[in-house]
């Protein structure tokens, strides 16, 4: 675990640190576009097996950056994790997403759920993330993550995937203290997760809030954006986190990147549907952003990948605190040479910035 850094540039860049070009990962790098990736699914059976694995997780997790001079890892695992802990019966149909045997209905159901064991349900992650720090040998650093409380919520309630997420809503609206109450042990449970993620070498945390922007201004700074600060200060507070910078990111939320930047995290996410400028301008310049290419970009063709790449960044304006990065995942249909032109641009062009 002491093994030094041999490529910080992430760390320095969510630090508003002067980097030698602007860092980039990506969201779902380790994924089905990579051939590598489904290879390795296939031999684990099924995603669930896969990243409940802890070499297969470290297998996949590698395998963009022997492809890609990439800035960072991200743990290879899935945001349901905690709920699936919860003893909620997750599993994922071909070509449905996740679905939760046992959902998340009313306050019998909310009463008994509580904090999970990180030593039992979820050593799995942990160990996971050793050996993928050990393995990285300070290549580069490792970020951890979690789902938010709000996003866990949106699928435990409903059961699995939704067009709107109703039946959270219903209740936030016609009970919102048994939907704090969900949401509580969540954060709970969220924070408690991630300083075990901290402990065992994460070196950056992200909290995706993936539906985030499901919800008005009002009614996001009530159900997800007070719980992602509870998680926030709750790291913040315990020694094993406390120096780890945390990444927000809740895509759809634009309206509210002022308040999220508020909550002491070091960087926020941005989805693609925000110019960078105005996003700096929301947030005064007082966290790093990380974004915020439209993925659907990496299926043109490379001169337009590096002109849009080239776009983004110039829009950021500066050389200090950017992080690139797609505003969503990679999709399957992506060819990864266009990944690999995206990569290279974004150095290149970072180093021509700063004057290299």
């Not at 002491?264 to 700096?280: E, F, Q």
């Not at 590096?306 to 992506?334: I, K, Q, S, W």
């Amino acid at each position: 675990m002491t093994t030094p850094l041999r490529n910080d540039r992430l760390l320095r860049a969510l630090r508003r640190e002067p980097t030698d070009t602007t860092p980039i990962w990506l969201m779902r790098q380790a994924g089905r576009y990579l051939p590598e990736y489904r290879a390795t699914r296939e031999r684990a059976g099924s995603f669930l097996a896969l990243a409940q694995h802890p070499e297969l997780a470290c297998e996949v997790t590698l395998q963009p950056l022997d492809r890609f001079e990439l800035d960072a890892a991200i743990l290879f695992s899935d945001i349901l994790t905690i709920p699936d802990a919860m003893g909620l019966g997750l599993s994922f149909a071909h070509g449905e997403g996740p679905q939760f045997a046992r959902p998340v209905r009313n306050a019998a159901d909310i009463a008994r759920l509580a904090v999970p064991d990180m030593d039992g349900e979820l050593r799995y992650v942990t160990d996971a993330v050793r050996l993928i720090r050990n393995e990285l040998a300070g290549r580069v650093p490792l970020i951890g993550f979690a789902g938010s409380p709000w996003t866990l919520a949106c699928y435990m309630v409903e059961g699995g995937g939704s067009r709107d997420f109703a039946r959270l809503k219903t209740l936030c609206w016609n009970e919102p203290a048994l939907a704090h109450q969900l949401l509580d042990v969540l954060a709970r449970s969220v924070a408690t997760y991630l300083v075990a993620q901290a402990a065992a070498g994460a070196q950056a945390l992200m909290i995706f809030d993936s539906w985030g922007g499901m919800l008005g201004p009002a009614a996001f700074r009530e159900f997800s954006l007070r719980h992602l600060a509870q998680i926030v200060a709750a790291l913040k507070a315990d020694t094993r986190s406390r120096e780890l910078p945390v990444i927000l990111f809740s895509k759809g939320a634009n309206a509210s990147l002022a308040a999220m930047a508020a909550t002491g995290c070091a960087a926020l996410g941005v989805d693609w549907t925000i110019d960078l400028a105005d996003a700096r301008k929301a947030v005064n310049s007082q966290v790093a952003l990380q974004g915020n290419l439209d993925p659907a970009t990496l299926r043109a063709t490379p001169e337009v990948i590096r002109r849009e790449a080239r776009a983004v960044m110039d829009g950021y304006g500066e050389p200090t605190g950017h992080v690139f990065n797609l505003g969503h995942g990679v999709t399957p249909e992506v060819d990864p040479e266009n990944v690999r032109v995206l990569v290279d641009e974004v150095h290149a062009y970072g180093r021509t910035l700063r004057g290299a």
